[in-house]
């Protein structure tokens, strides 16, 4: 999704904003550009369709400095991926903006400032806000007053940062519904979508609530809430450092994450368990009464983070015979829905700022649910700081789109929810000290199934060359399967589907032939039987089956099947261990296909807007 970062300083923030725009990449994006006030005293502004890199080469070949800009990296909504459509948008020499988000009546006020001679240069509706920032300073109003009026015109969600030719020593932002963050410096002060564009410069960070509006000078930060009341948001201290968004020794940031893996699900158990299962307290003070309450579980999510709710559900509703549900929060959010009785609401989040879960989390706010808890892995976000209980994965941030640790370290979190409910429904004191052993082995576990690297990578030479993939798996490794899917589509842009593995003959084994490769998830488990049923059913067809197995000799290995051995794992937590080898065969294939795997075409990491 778009990102926003803009300083305000007493040296050139050229270099400050395209690093910043470079570390805001991971974000998804398909044209970049940036605009500075120069010395001269006027606007600068340079723009570049795809990579941050062709900005950068542009700026090469025509610098541009000054103390005060602004540069966005642009992911198309309203008009193509074009330079007349990428940021900064200007208003005739003297407004610049640029903008998070999506201004659902820009067409009404683009038709009235045509009407009032205003010439427009772009498809976006980002441009109408810049001339109306124009208009409205024009009437004599200095830039906070005007943008805070136009801010009243605006309908839908946006973060923006604002700069004017004639008022040299401010930079305004406004948070409404899109995240923005204030960087504080000595001296010089910055804004930005998230931490890590800011990190190389600051470690002090202010997140502005929904409404507000800061106007930054070098030396102050000043802000009005949505009343238009001077306030005081806290300082925070980031323990990341620039170097946390650093690649490392690993050629992609999404390998990286995936190696990252065993230490990120240490980190997530870190402190939580005990003896006998989970600390009494786990979701708070207090909480242990809530969850004694508890008679049934509703979780929303988007994406990768809907099919760690999916695989929640066997355990919830395995474990403790609670009722659970779990709903895609785009199709929760417009529907009318029966709440179940005493109805926990979970939302799942990596960024937790995903729009369509933060609005099912406020719809369901009118709802009668006991209390909403937010499985999440940035501290600071929205949907934490709007849900009533927190369970923080600690997955560390994660740059590649495609999700990996946060989608394991989700599970871990989910887990511990499970056992924490366990202890007030029917799950005893045996079962939960077992089910703490084997997550205090988890972490060896994962370390042990990374080292398939080499052999899933040659399981992804054959993969590369197709152009569809099924995916099977029963049980809580449906979900797995699902979520491998995910994974290929992403990054390799194969089609693949994932089914229950008792649908195929519902329609799916039309789609078995040679060409058609099915990846299988076959944990050793009471299902197996039938599943391998459904693997005769590919073979018989010619199919060509890959199968990920902690018990290769129960499949029975001649022609038409690829067996991977997994290692053995405790049937409940299996399904964490058997992501692993699903990730890292979308990961080879990918690279194989040489795509741009850490941002795969046409796809954000947070995605901040419907
Ligand atoms: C985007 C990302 C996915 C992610 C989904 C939900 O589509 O590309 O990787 O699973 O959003 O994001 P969230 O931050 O809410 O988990």
Redesign the pocket.
């Known amino acids: 999704m778009c990102g926003i970062i803009g300083a305000i300083a007493r040296r050139d923030v050229q270099p400050i904003l395209l690093e910043g725009l470079r570390r805001l990449e991971y974000r ?1 994006y398909d044209s970049a550009g940036l605009v500075v006030l120069d010395p001269g005293g006027a606007l600068r502004r340079e723009r570049a369709v795809g990579k941050v890199e062709a900005l950068a080469r542009r700026l090469a070949e025509r610098p541009l400095a000054g103390q005060l800009g602004l540069a966005h990296t642009r992911w198309a909504t309203h008009g193509g991926p074009t330079e007349a459509n990428a940021h900064p948008h200007l208003s005739g020499d003297d407004i610049a903006v640029v903008h998070n988000g999506i201004i659902e009546n820009h067409q009404a006020l683009r038709t009235e400032l045509e009407a009032r001679g205003y010439t427009f240069t772009s498809d976006t509706d980002t441009e109408v806000i810049a001339h109306l920032i124009m208009d409205t300073c024009r009437q004599g109003l200095d830039l906070p007053e005007a943008v805070r009026r136009v801010g009243h015109r605006l309908q839908g969600a946006y973060a923006l940062g604002v700069v004017r030719r004639d008022d040299p020593d401010r930079l305004v932002a406004v948070r409404q519904g899109s995240p923005l963050i204030i960087g504080l410096g000595i001296g010089e002060h910055f804004i930005a979508s998230d931490i890590q564009a800011m990190l190389p410069v600051t470690q002090r960070f202010i997140h502005l609530e929904n409404g507000d509006i800061a106007e930054l000078t070098r030396d102050e930060v000043r802000i009005l809430d949505a009343d238009g009341h001077a306030v005081t948001r806290p300082v925070s201290e980031s323990a990341l450092t620039a170097a946390a968004a650093d690649r490392g020794r690993f050629r992609h940031f999404m390998l990286k994450e995936i190696h990252e893996q065993p230490r990120a699900v240490a980190e997530t158990l870190e402190g939580r368990l005990t003896e006998d299962g989970v600390p009494e307290g786990l979701l708070g003070p207090g909480s242990e009464d809530l969850l004694a309450r508890v008679r049934s579980v509703q979780i929303l ?6 099919h760690a709710g999916l695989v929640a559900r066997y355990w919830i509703e395995g474990l403790l015979g609670l009722p659970c549900r779990v709903e895609v929060a785009s199709e929760f959010r417009y529907r009318r829905h029966a709440v179940l009785p005493d109805c926990l609401l979970v939302t ?7 729009a369509d ?1 933060l609005a099912a989390l406020r719809q369901a706010g009118e709802d009668d649910y006991l209390a909403s808890l937010a499985v999440c ?1 940035v501290p600071e976000s929205s949907l934490v700081r709007e849900s009533d209980l927190v369970l923080m994965t600690h997955a560390g941030p994660e740059i590649g ?3 990996t640790k ?1 989608f394991t370290t989700q599970l871990v979190a989910l887990f511990l929810l499970t056992l924490a409910l366990g202890r007030h429904h029917g799950l005893d004191a045996d079962r939960r000290r077992t089910f703490a052993q084997h997550l205090r082995a988890l972490p060896a576990a994962l370390e042990k199934v990374l080292a398939l690297d080499a052999p899933v990578e040659r399981l992804a030479m054959t993969l590369v060359d197709k152009q569809h993939a099924l995916f099977l798996g029963r049980g809580a490794h449906y979900p797995i399967a699902l979520e491998g899917a995910l994974k290929l589509k ?1 990054i390799s842009y194969i089609h693949a589907e994932a089914y229950p593995a008792g649908e195929l003959k519902h329609g799916p084994l039309a789609l078995v032939d040679a060409d058609m490769p099915v990846v299988v998830v076959a944990p050793n488990n009471p299902l197996l039987e039938k599943l391998k049923s459904n693997l005769e059913e590919v073979r018989a067809r010619g199919g060509h089956l890959m199968v990920f197995a902690d018990d290769v000799t129960a499949l029975g290995g001649d022609g038409g099947i690829q067996c991977l051995a997994v290692p053995p794992a405790d049937d409940w937590l299996s399904p964490i261990v058997h992501t692993v080898p699903l990730q890292l065969l979308a990961y080879h294939t990918a690279v194989l296909k040489g795509t741009d795997v850490d941002q795969p075409r046409n ?5 901040t807007v419907e």
């Not at 999510?301 to 809907?306: D, I, K, L, R």
């Not at 799942?348 to 995903?354: K, L, V």
């Open positions: 998804g999510a988007c994406g990768t983070s809907y799942i989040s990596q960024s937790g700022e995903t879960s892995n789109v495609a999700s946060a992403e796809l954000a990491k947070s995605v």
